[in-house]
């Protein structure tokens, strides 16, 4: 550290860090210098080229900007010399004289109206230059660059603190201007809309349209409030501030949240309008007696009543609470099952599961971790003793070395892709590992593009070169790790040679990786579906794990194993228990003394025995086992494999209570569904992937009747005569932070002021824990466990009758199953329609035209859907979204379970595809 | 509310224009072998508008693909650079041929934009297509016209039109010292002597210093106290040579490298070694193709005769831009971006090309540092007049009988310039005033030609010698046309990075096609301009305005 730099400021003696500009030091000495090319916000280089924030320095010739200008000792800085004044006036005044006049403006409250003010130019003597044309092309976003200073703060956002590089400054001169890709209408560009461009511009050139008029020209909304809150979508957990007007959400923008200092993707900035679509469930509906159960129903706005009828609260909560109760009297717990939510909160993750548990004794209660993270946790608790991460995302920007398989964060974890993207512009070395290609390989050193279903293989063979060529770390080893024998004896057959032919990657750059991150000072893994979707997924993450183990990598700054989590509160919704072999924080239910605590708290005998997981509760509904099910804020019809089988099973059901905010494909089936709260209605806390606990709070009043999830857990408790009393969420969560030892030092209290802590935390008034594991790991012995893996193949290879392999996931702008974005406006005009992509290699050879409809079918279903000719897609494979239920892939996909995670083979099966019928017969 | 309304893109395809594969072999082909390293982007944007005739957009997102950049990146310096067009879907091909008709100031006092008319309405624009553009460096041969890359000096329409039919489209390559005769002339013995060690980068340093050598770009820094600060500082470091001459009226770098491009290439070696820089960058401007030619030429020879070894030139094409020759916008053009000048501090010879200190040089200032090593400071400091030292290549247009690059005295006065090496006026025109320092340099009337002509000698006029360029005005002159033909040359000029120069040359220009000019506006854009801009452009650009106000007042209406 450098000394402090004295200088004087304004006739005042002051000092500035190493680092800091004048125009920093003049803030924090409260002395006000406008600017406007200068964002004072995380992540944004000060460019000085507006010239808003000209000072004078004694004896310089020309003035200087002072967001740019780093004080040196004895220097004499004067902010309000005649000509300093003069020169930022006239900035201003020029700017002025080519901006619509403020009536007309895009944003009449924006930066540049504010600071004009205050400089006291209200109207310019210049004669305006020729105005640019509007560009309303992308449905979010209206680029009115008539207000634009071309002060370059977008292409900042855009290229510097996203790192998603759709806008440059096109052009020069006074023809200077922002573009997007070759100059092209932003609609039309590779513009994933983040929207930090707009947060960004200092004028409203680049402005949300659901604050402008008709023509999003001017600016026509004011919002009455804004609430601050959590992102309700991915995993995350970006803060948001939350704009209302007249009850109604009108604008998103982040806050400086750890996991997101302010960045936001397009679903938590313009996804937010679904939670007004007039599709709301706003009235209790109770199946009509005259409609039976048809797994093929497809009900939508109009003919839901032909099926259901509306019925006050008190009718469908009884009908509710006795059909649960009929089946548990003739079956007792067996016969009840339960899925909750990684979408809800922690307090209604942990209310669901005691409801399960306590009202019947069943520990059949599980959620969609299990389609998703299942087989990370169940290897991360194996190997090292605990499921969630063990460092944050933003953890790679310490890294030296950065390991990204099986997962696209760019479409799935949009925000954590600007942090890997900015490590590696800063010069970490990033290495992406998937069966597809992506945006993120072209920041990164190696981009692996390997066969399907062999991550074992390229694992095993990058295992083999760090133990060969002796790069792992014995004293690590020694203090800290088992099974390293058994591991180096397993690998040694696995040779890169060996493997090349296997995983498609060729010996040498297997070698080059495994000695990157070996070698590396401080390397760090993440890992998604890819990973963790196969029937061998557990072997998958275990490799990991032994990478990390053998190497030390794990424990340090920049170091680590980061499963990327779903689901906005996956996470939390584990940690509360909402899983059936455990309760909250992951203690065993078939542990007597554990459930003894539970007896005790809870006054009942509870199940000793491990529930069944979503996939085997559907089997077991099949196989006549359980009747009843209480589904909150599941989808199951759509998220679950083989949905012939699902729904299937639905129907079978004799009694279905599904609690939504929509009439999901789930709630088709049901027989009693409960008008649910959505995320911007409610009180409650969400745990990211970073394991940080935050608070989301209502900004918007509930729809007609529909209540918070909390109190409809509360009435069917009671209507079980279980005598629940809370009085609100605060107790909710202190009752269950009371069998949760990983939330100690995190009371409610503490929450609501810091509005996001991290676990675990050592005292009540120190950050919580970052990095994990540097001492010790939470296993028995304090010891971490490798446990070596073989080649398991995928369930269902590809043959002359289904040559492709499907694949699936998720796309950029929607979300899981699409009941929330397919009704957020933007969102699903941006992605409108099913699409199954293919190489364009493999289009032309197969005679197809890109934009037809063809039929993908597998051994389980077939679905009609747009083909789209994707590069991103490697020759020989198929990828669909499963977010669309017109075509829902999930007919498709094969239902085999991973044997340790119980978690199907959503990444892999065999499939072939072939024009639709109709086109066919044309 | 248009809230979720737009122009739907096709679902059958990913968002954004997709990859053309033919459009990226064709890409490929033309990279066949070349690095793709981010700052070679805008060689090899040359080599797709060299085959092309243009930049399709299929072919900019080949680029993209093949560097691993994004199109925003490959467009923004595509679009900075006036001799790329770029060309997207559904937009008309340019003309085959491009004849460029110069509209600065020393041809337009010769009839330029009458030329570049006749021109228009004589030619098919589908076959030929008439711009015109800022100086091409041929101010003594005005007006000058470039047909492809081929030039045309004191052009007609007869002329131009008698190139264009015959297909003459390459550059001619004038007669100059190559390498066999520099040698035979003692060439590189200098070199030798740095390489053997006789020679240090200190005592080259005192040759410079004690000759009085300064930075001939325009700027006249020492160039022995430079050599001394780079020499100083640890690490990576590089040489860059500064031929983006573009500063109107100013021909003489190129001019030299026509005649003898060794003695500029020697004392590129020199300082190199002498300063121990990693590689020597040479970036040329596009505007002199035949500099280009004789460039790449000569240094293969220096290749093939062991006399480059470890420290090699690499030439680097400008694409039409004057800010390139600001050396911190040279060194952003350098690293492949649109050339943006940077804040000052850190300067360049601490922070430069691609973070590493940086020695710069115009080419002027590294022709003469043989002659200086060989006969002596003192021979170079003795040249000067009036107790100025040194030699300087006055390049001298407009009004005067034998225009041309003058090799004379420092501090020598415009009225001996004119007597004793233009062979005095043109016939029929009395001097009336004239361009010192180009463009930027300001006006001085004729009542002012007794003044030494040098480094610092005309600030207390509001003017600078700069990089000697003297355009001659005579009573037949219209200074209003004058001013203003600067204005918008620095208006097209401008790189747009700052609001004082962006929008002030803009304002600036409508201001001076008033009547009568408006004093207090432009005295207030004078101000924000040349207190505010980020570089000498946006400070300079008003020097002409405020000359005419202050020397010619009456011809500004007021």
Redesign the interface.
Known sequence: MSEAITFSLDGKTVTAAEGESIWQVAKREGITIPHLCHKDAPGYRSD?????C?VDIEGER??T?SC??QPSEGMVVNTETE?AT??RE??F???M??QPSREVHPDPESDFWQWSYKVGVSAS???P?ERPVQD?????I?VNLEAC??CNLC?RA??EVQVN????????????AP???????M??????ACGECVSACPTGALF???L?????KVRAVYPDETVDSVCPFCGVGCLTKVSVKSGKIVQVEGRDGPANENRLCVKGRFGF?YVASPERLTKPLIRRDDAPKDQNIELNGSNYLDVFREATWDEALDRAAAGLQESYAAKGGAGISGFGSAKGSNEEAYLFQKLIRQGFGSNNVDHCTRLCHASSVAALMEGIGSGAVTAPFRAALDADCVIVIGARPEQNHPVTATYLKQAAKKGSKLVIMDPRHQGLM?HADHGLIFKPGTDVAMLNAMLNVIITEGLYDRQYIAAHVDGFEALKEKVSEFTPEAMAPVCGIDAQTLRDVARLYASSGKSIIFWGMGISQHVHSTDNVRCLIAMALITGHIGRPGTGLHPLRGQNNVQGASDAGLIPMVFPDYRSVEDPNIRAEFEDAWGRTLDPQRGLTVVEIMDDIIADGIEAMYVMGENPAMSDPDQHHARKALTTLKHLVVQDIFLTETAWHADVILPASAHAEKLGTYTNTNRQVQIGRPCVPLPGEARADWELLMELANRLDLDWTYSGVPEIYEEMRSHMPSLAHISWERLERDGTVTYPADADDTPGNEILFGDSFPTEDGRARIVPTDLVPPAELPDSDFPFVLTTGRMLEHWHTGAMTRRA??L??L???P?V?MH?KDIRAAGFT??QQVTVETRRGAITL???????VSSGMLFMPFCFSEAPANFLTNPQLDPYGKIPEFKFCAARIAPAMAEAAE | ???????????????????D?AALEDVRVLLDGESRQRDLLIEHLHKIQDEYGCLE?KH??ALAEEM?L???????VA??YHHFD?V?EGETLPAPLTVRVCDSVACSLKGADALASVLESGLDPSKVRIQKVPCIGRCAAAPAVQVGKRAVDNASEMTVLSSVYAGEIEPSIPDYVGLTAYLADGGYNVLQRVRSGELKAEDIAEYALAAGLRGLGGAGFPTGTKWKIVNDLPGTKYLTINGDEGEPGTFKDRVHLERDPHRMLEGALIAAHAVGVERIYIYMRDEYPAVLEILKTEIALLRENGIVTSIDFELRRGAG?Y?CGEESAMIESIEGK?GLPR?RPPYIAQVGLFGRPTLNHNIETLFWIRDIVEKGSEWFATQGRRDHKGFRSFSVSGRVKSPGVKIAPAGITMNELIAEYCDGMDEGHSFKGYLPGGASGGILPSSLADEPLDFGTLEKHGCFIGSHAIVVFSDKDDMRDVALNLMRFF??????????C??????MV??LQDETWNKD?IA??D??M?????CGLG?AASNPVASVLKFFAEEAGS
């Open positions: 000085g080229n507006c010239r808003a000209m020309t003035l900007a740019v200008r000509r003069k020169a006239m900035v005044e020029l700017l004289s080519d003597r210049y004669a230059c309303i092309s992308h449905p979010a209206a200073i071309a292409e855009c290229r590089d759709v806008i440059g400054m096109g052009w020069r001169g006074s023809h200077a573009v997007f890709d070759l100059a092209d209408p609609g039309l560009s590779s513009c994933v949300e349209k659901s402008m008029d008709e023509e999003a309008d072209r406006t933007v699903d005009a992605e409108p329609e699409v992509s364009p890109l934009g747009t083909l789209r000719a994707d590069r991103d | 509310m248009t809230f979720g309304k737009g122009l739907s893109r096709k679902p059958s395809q990913p968002k954004g224009r997709q990859l594969e957009a900019l997102k691993r994004s199109q925003a990146e490959v467009f923004e679009s900075f770029i997207r831009a800010i649109r804040h208006e097209h000029e401008s790189c747009g990075q700052c609001t004082p962006r929008s002030g040359t803009e304002k409508a201001l506006k207030d854009l101000v924000v040349r207190s505010a801009s980020i400070q």
